[in-house]
């Protein structure tokens, strides 16, 4: 049976997870932002409330079709990404990037935080799994 998927930022702390929860969750480093503005046009509509435009960022072709990929077997994805406006923004990314493929758009995403690396800290995180939070997203962008 296909484990969940939890997300993560570092390959440190996705080592870390893997230890405390054994063999219950398959455990991704995305390394970091997947997503950002393009580099040789502005990105920005203007015209339209000064709307962003995200393109994948060069180099992380391979991490994102891994995360689809393991996504397509999980019976749900935890985003995992760090407390902060940065770590919101990468889930954002990432949950957009599976929402707009046709075969993951219903996927089973939770979002959960937390502050330190604990085996205690991370089920506390998982009982109160929420959505990514808009308002953060906004702040990052």
Known sequence: ???PLIIVESPAKARTIEKYLSNEFDVF????HVK???R?????????????TFVVMEGKEDIIDTIRKK???APEVILATDPDREGEAIAWHVEKLLRDNASLS???IHRVTFNEITKDA?????DSAGVVDSNMVDAAK
Do not use: T
Not at 122 to 126: E, M, P, S
């Open 106 to 108: 219903k996927l089973n």
């Open 1 to 3: 049976m296909s484990k």
């Open 36 to 38: 950002d503005l393009p």
């Open 71 to 73: 996504s397509s077997s």
């Open 40 to 52: 040789k046009d502005l990105g920005v509509d203007v015209d339209n409330e000064f709307a962003a």
């Open 122 to 126: 991370i089920r506390k995180a998982f």
């Open 29 to 32: 480093a995305c390394v970091g």
